[in-house]
């Protein structure tokens, strides 16, 4: 009998007197105790009556017992749902009711509404808060022995909602091997051992946290730092005990913002690695002037996990997310027909590999027009290919700009933008002019106690630029609108601009 993530990740835990996790206090938890408790909740779970193949949805806070639920979860064959703390009530109603979820999980503090929310979508509660307290773990204390199930390569492990910024959200389906086959590249290539210890202050409801960070550790068989969130003393304090850390740029910009973080304090430090939103190239030269290390940027989605990482070993080049990685093809297309492109042109990005997920649930539709038949996914994403290899993301299709029947990415705007003086960051968006159908609309955010020479940074553009990519009005405003993962939502630009050139 076999269950492929289980006997990987899980199944070794079971022999590990060391510890597996540090939570934010220094109290351990050995391997063995996490496999314990893993199993004590994939006991609950079928005491509950939730099958193989059933899904099982949780918004709750970060711990221990939470990464514990999710390997129990995986023991017991349950389709995992991850859902992110911010997401109200009427959110959830969505995912509990789209997923058909036989169990929800979630906050004591919240159990009045998502009680409601699972009652009417015909799915059962539990609670569970971010000291690992709740009925579902008073249910698992009193567990009995579990023996996991069985389960194909094929079969699905998870399903993670996409951000829904245009449209419902739609649910990704993973399987056991889209997850197994990209952790197993991750550790090959990111070089993870057992004496790797992971400084892991990134949420477990994102494919970040959970399906990289999380997966590749327990798979190298490493120890994770388990803090409950970023916060700037605690992830300082805890630097010099750690050999690795995964984050997403404000987590950088943040220590570079500190006095204490110093060559001294990450020197014997192997890796940091980025991810979930671009990172900017003045990050990556502050660091590497402040640290010596330099950062390595990667490319993944939540329907793929991984697809490109900077080299471990070679040249990790600033504004690139690397190359591909072994295993996953990525081409770049005419978004109109589909065609390859010539390399160095700008185009589609699409990606094929054992990382790559069945599609979405219950949108077949959906999965038609982003997943082709041959298996390469449309990813949304509009990226060039250089002649080495490496891959840069030029911006999201939806936020290309038409302007004037031209094409205008973003990112190409963005990145003058970003080398101007008093200039910390920049979003380029189209918003609606009654001449040019879009109009460019630069949004800039000053550098502390910095006024930018606006005339000084048109005359910048002029000079890089054709007329039609130059920006029509620019703003400056205290900070971009984030998500929770870092990405700056364009979506909210572009409804706050949106009337900008109504009585042009």
Avoid at 255 to 278: I, K, N, Q
Avoid at 344 to 371: A, D, Q, S
């Amino acid at each position: 009998m076999t269950n492929p993530l289980y006997d990987a990740l899980v199944a070794p835990l079971a022999s590990r007197d060391t510890a597996s996790l540090i939570d934010a206090t220094g109290n351990e938890i050995s391997g063995k105790a996490l496999h314990r408790m893993a199993m004590e909740y994939a006991s609950a779970l079928t005491g509950l009556g939730v099958k193989p193949g059933d899904r099982l949805a949780v918004q709750i806070e970060k711990s221990p017992q939470a990464l514990a639920l999710y390997l129990g979860a995986v023991a017991a064959g349950v389709v995992f749902l991850p859902l992110n703390t911010a997401y109200t009530a009427d959110e959830i109603d969505y995912f509990v009711g789209n997923s058909g979820a036989a169990l929800l999980v979630g906050d004591p503090a919240r159990a009045d509404a998502l009680r409601e929310v699972a009652a009417r979508n015909g799915a059962q509660f539990q609670t569970l808060d971010g000291a690992g307290q709740g009925g579902l773990s008073d249910l698992a204390a009193a567990a009995e022995d579990f023996t996991p199930v069985e389960r194909r390569p094929d079969d699905l492990a998870a399903i993670l909602y996409t951000s829904g910024t245009t449209g419902r959200s739609k649910g990704a389906m993973l399987s056991q091997s889209n997850l197994l086959s990209n952790a197993e590249v991750l550790v090959r290539e990111w070089r993870f051992t057992d004496a790797d210890v992971l400084l892991h202050a990134l949420p477990i409801f994102h494919t970040h946290g959970l399906f990289v960070a999380s997966n590749v550790l327990l798979l190298a068989g490493g120890t994770m730092v388990f803090l409950p969130g970023f916060k700037l003393d605690q992830v300082i304090s805890w630097l010099p005990r750690s050999t690795s850390m995964m984050g997403v740029p404000t987590f950088y910009t943040r220590l570079l913002d500190d006095p204490r973080f110093t060559r001294d304090l990450v020197g014997h430090m192997r890796l940091f690695t980025s991810g979930s939103a671009p990172l900017l190239a003045e990050t990556h030269r502050q660091f590497e002037d402040r640290t010596g290390h330099r950062i390595l940027e990667r490319y993944g989605m939540t329907e793929t996990n991984m697809n490109t990482s900077n080299p471990y070993e070679g040249d990790r080049r600033a504004g690139t997310v690397g190359m591909p990685l072994p295993g996953v093809e990525v081409k770049i297309t005419d978004p109109a027909t589909g065609a390859t492109l010539p390399e160095g042109e700008p185009g589609m990005i699409e990606v094929r590999g054992p990382n790559v997920f069945k599609g979405y649930w219950e949108m077949p539709e959906k999965t038609r027009e982003e997943l082709r038949e041959n298996g390469f996914f449309i990813t949304g994403d509009i990226g060039v290919i250089d002649a080495d290899g490496y891959v840069s993301i030029v911006g999201r299709q939806k936020d290309l700009i038409i302007t004037g029947g031209y094409n205008v990415y973003p990112k190409e705007i963005e990145l003058i933008l970003d080398e101007q003086p008093g200039v910390l960051e920049s979003a380029v968006i189209g918003v609606p002019h009654p001449d040019f159908g879009e109009g460019v609309v630069a949004i800039l955010v000053p550098e502390s106690n910095e006024s930018p020479d606006l005339e000084a940074i048109r005359s910048a553009l002029g000079q890089s630029l054709a007329k039609f990519k130059q920006p029509k009005h620019i703003a400056l405003v205290a900070e971009l609108p984030r998500n929770t993962m870092g990405k700056v939502q364009k979506n909210l630009l572009r409804n706050e601009m949106s009337e900008l050139f109504a009585g042009s």
